[in-house]
Structures are given as C-alpha cells and as structure tokens.
C-alpha cells in the first residue's frame, strides 16, 4: 500500500451494566491475559489485536469495509474489550473507566492527526460517577482529534443514550434486531460512512428523540410485533431515503443511569429536515405501540413453566428451552430447584454460576468419573437464593474461556454445568465444547433472556419455549418498579406514570 491518505483511530469500550449487582466491575477485571493458540485476545488490546478481537460483530464489518478503501490506515488505539465478568457486573469504577479513558486520550494526542475515530460502544456501560460514559468519552476525544475530525460509534440497541452523544460525535449506527444479528453489518456502515464523511461526501445531519417508554429487556425480542414493526419501519425510511441511517435504542432498564428507556437517532446526509422529519415518525409510532411494546412476550412463574415444559415433553414437544430470563448474577437456583422437585429428566441446566465451588473443583484437581456431593450456586445476593445440594458424577472438569467449567450427571440423564461466570448459553451446540451430547436432552434450562433464540429459536431447533422467572422480583424482573433506582423516576416513564411525550 503507498502512503496513507485517511488516519482512523480505533477504539473499544463496552460494558452492559446491571448497577443493581453488588460487584463492581474494577479495572482488574479488564485486564486478562488472551490465549493466541485458541484465537482469544488478551484485554486490553491495541494494533492489529484490537482490530481483529470480534471478527463477526462490529469490530470485524468496520475493519473489513475500512480496508476496503485505499489509503486508509487503521490505527488499533489501547482498549479494554468486554471484562472478565462479561455481563455478570455492577458499576464499573470510576477508576477503571479514567484510567481507560486516560490512556486513550494520551495516546490520540500523541499520535495526532487523525481524520477520523471509530468508537465501537454498547451504550449501556454505567460508571460511579459519570453519569454518560460513552458520551463522556466521546466529548474527550472530540477536544483530543479536534474539530476537523469526524466521529463515527456503533452501539447495541441496549444503549442508553439520549442527546448528548451526537453533540461531540458525527455518527451513530445501531443493531437493529434482538438478538443482535447486524453487528457486523453495522461496523460496516460506520465504515463506509466515517470515509465518506472524511472525503466530503456525507455531511452528517442527525436529529435525537428520547421516547418514554421503559421496558425490561425479555419483552424486546425483534422477532415479535410490534418490537419487529419497528425494525421493519426503520428498514423501509432506509430504503427509500438513500444515506438516511436509524437507530432505535430499546434501552437498558437495568443500569440505574439519567439516560435509561427507548431513544430514536436518525441520520442523514446534510438534511436536517428529514432527519427531524423520519425522526418524528418513528417516534410517534413507537408511542403509539407503546401498550403492545409492553406485553409481547408471556412469562411464566418457575413452578408453572417446569409444569408446562413437563407436559411438553409428554406431547413431544422437544426440545424444550425453559429459560430464567432473570438471573443477573448467574448464581441463581431457582429453576434448578423445581427442577429436581417435579423431579424433571433429561434435562441439562446451564448453568449456575459459582466461583468458590468451581475453584474448589479445579485445586482438588476434579476430574470426569469422579463422584460430586455439594451444595452449588446461590447466595450471590437474594435473587440468587439457596445453594442446592447434587449428588451425581462429574463428566467433565477444564479450563476454557478464561474460567472453570464442571459438568455433572444426576437424576434420571440430568447434567448441571457449573461455571466460574455468568454465562448465557446462545447456541446449544456451544455446549458440544464440554463433551455433551446436546441430541440427547428433552429440556434446557438456560439464563438468558432473548439472546438464546439465536441459536435455539430463530433457526428452529427448540420447539418449545419458555420464560420463566421467579415470583419474588428479583433484579432482573420484568417488575422495573421493584428495583431500587436512584437515578430514574420511573413515574416518568410508560408504563409506570403519566410520562409527557413528546418529551
Ligand atoms: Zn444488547
């Protein structure tokens, strides 16, 4: 390649934040050592490492469409990627995200000019004492590139953002399904977007609407009405408005932060008009689905959905996902319990988090063949509820992914897989990795609340599907107003007051 005619910094930060779990999510928790012989980065990254960590998803559609066109060079600036706890933390500290931040700035004035920054966010990273971290950041690189310089960010439709972002970056591109499958196309558009803005050629016009509305996570699934309408009109604007970009933030509920509910950015090339235009449309029509937003997923109590999946069963019905959309810690044994107590069969459980019983494991050096007795999971915090005892046989003890995995047979062809961290099973299969046989189970019982049906629903596998959760509400429930927020008057949002739209 000659000389390099377009300079881009690239940066990562994200984190999904549930505020309401106990542990905060520290700078060591940022800081892990990668594995090169598996294809797992080290955190944090820089170079070549930061631009090749998440080849499918964001990361990967910006990096490929940017290397498209020549003359630019990428420049991998230090980042951490996703911490240890993955989604299983609170608050990141201010710590961490300052010494981050810190380093980050530091590193863009050293290596000035660039015409260009790609951040690629979450949206929903919560900080003590920051209260619009990405927008934060954004403002501090801003005052580092200058004015001259464009900047471009993808984001997970679980952002909380509200105007502030756009006011120090150009441009913002958003997953637009639930679970999340554009990613890649995303970072792609960003790509092509952030050149063509450094040319001259797209001049952003961008237009922010927050929309009162606040839903629990498990209700946003793209693939139900009318959470997929608004996919589908977002898709159409797209289409026939050339260079019109939208992003429908369905919000974090999750993160105690000013920011929180559902937020429209729409972006265009220098027509601010349109912007405002496309931009109110979407938004009326969000509110005036604002009743069937709420109500498009059926949750069932633990005791109900083990009854239902049972009868699943009976009716052949498999296989059966009985998913506790609820556990935020991972420790949760809720579903667990009532397994064993309508006494469930070929059933694999995975999994309950348990960081001191996995520990313990792997210094006694456990191994498959080896007979278990213990009490696992629970206690993280109430919504964790009480350790169970199993008695079963090991099937499988290891390492991988940076934590400790045990599975172990009981009952009648049950399997509980113990991890170190919460872990959302998304795809079966991934199960294949500890040696089960995934053929060989009627029911699976997951925490996750809507990204499991990439691989267990949207490509037909399960046949049976249900969400449970328990009947006390716990941190993750769809019950918002039994979280104790400090930073959100949920009276302000739909469906908990009489919230002003538009707003
Ligand atoms: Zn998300």
């Not at 349109?274 to 969000?286: F, G, S, Y």
């Not at 069963?313 to 397994?339: C, F, M, N």
Request: glycine share 8%; net charge negative; hydrophobic share 40%.
């Amino acid at each position: 390649m000659g000389e390099a005619s377009m300079r881009i910094g690239v940066l990562h930060f994200s984190h999904e934040t549930v505020t309401f779990l106990k542990n905060d999510t520290t700078l060591e928790d940022f800081i892990y050592p990668g594995s090169p012989a598996k294809g797992e980065p080290g955190s944090p990254a820089n170079g070549e490492a930061l631009l090749k960590f998440d080849p499918k998803s964001y990361m990967g559609g910006f990096v490929k469409m940017a290397r498209e066109f020549a003359g630019v060079e990428l420049v991998g600036i230090e980042s951490p990627l996703w911490p240890k706890t993955y989604m299983g933390s609170g608050w990141v500290t201010q710590d961490a995200y300052e010494t981050f931040v810190g380093r980050m700035i530091a590193e863009i004035k050293a290596d000035k000019p660039f015409d260009g920054i790609y951040l690629c966010l979450h949206g929903a990273m919560a900080v003590r004492g920051v209260p619009r971290p990405e927008a934060e950041l954004a403002r501090r690189v801003r005052e580092a590139v200058g004015p001259q310089a464009f900047i471009a960010a993808t984001f997970d439709l679980h952002g909380n953002e509200d105007d502030e972002f756009l006011k120090y970056a150009d441009m913002a591109f958003t997953v637009k399904y639930f679970p999340h499958y554009d990613g890649y196309l995303q970072g792609e558009r960003a790509a092509r977007t952030l050149v063509r803005a450094v040319r001259g050629d797209y001049k952003p016009a961008h237009v922010t609407a927050k929309i009162p509305i606040i839903s629990p996570t498990v209700l946003q699934w793209t693939g139900a009405s009318p959470w997929m309408d608004l996919v589908q009109r977002a898709l159409v604007w797209e289409a026939r408005e050339p260079d019109v970009y939208i992003n429908v933030f369905f919000g974090f509920p999750f993160a105690d932060v000013p920011d929180v509910g559902m937020t429209i950015q729409v972006l265009t090339n220098g027509n601010p008009e349109l912007a405002a235009n496309v931009c109110r449309d979407m938004a009326e029509t969000t509110w005036r689905q604002r009743k069937a937003l709420l109500t498009s997923t059926k949750i069932h109590s633990i005791p109900e959905g083990v009854a239902l999946a049972k009868q699943a069963v009976q009716k052949g019905e498999t296989p059966v996902v009985l998913a506790d959309h609820s556990d935020r810690s991972g420790y949760a044994t809720w579903l667990l319990k009532e397994i064993i107590a309508q006494d469930l069969s070929n059933t694999l459980i995975a999994t309950v988090t348990d960081a001191a019983a996995t520990a313990k494991l792997r210094d006694r050096g456990a191994k498959a063949g080896d007979l278990f007795d213990m009490e696992v999971g629970g206690l993280a915090d109430e919504s964790a509820g009480d350790p169970v005892r199993i008695q079963g046989t090991i099937l499988n003890a290891g390492e991988g992914h940076g934590q400790f995995w045990v599975s172990i047979e009981f009952g009648r062809g049950n399997v509980l897989v113990l991890s170190t961290y919460l872990v959302q099973i998304m795809e079966p299969f991934s199960l294949k990795a500890l040696g089960l046989d995934i053929g060989a189970f009627e029911i699976m019982a997951i925490k996750s609340r809507v990204h499991f049906r990439r691989g267990f629903h949207d490509n037909g596998f399960a046949k049976t599907i249900l969400l449970v959760e328990p009947t006390e509400p716990f941190l993750g429930t769809v019950h918002l107003d039994k979280l104790p927020y400090e930073n959100v008057a949920l009276k302000d949002y739909y469906p908990y007051g009489n919230p002003v739209f538009p707003q």
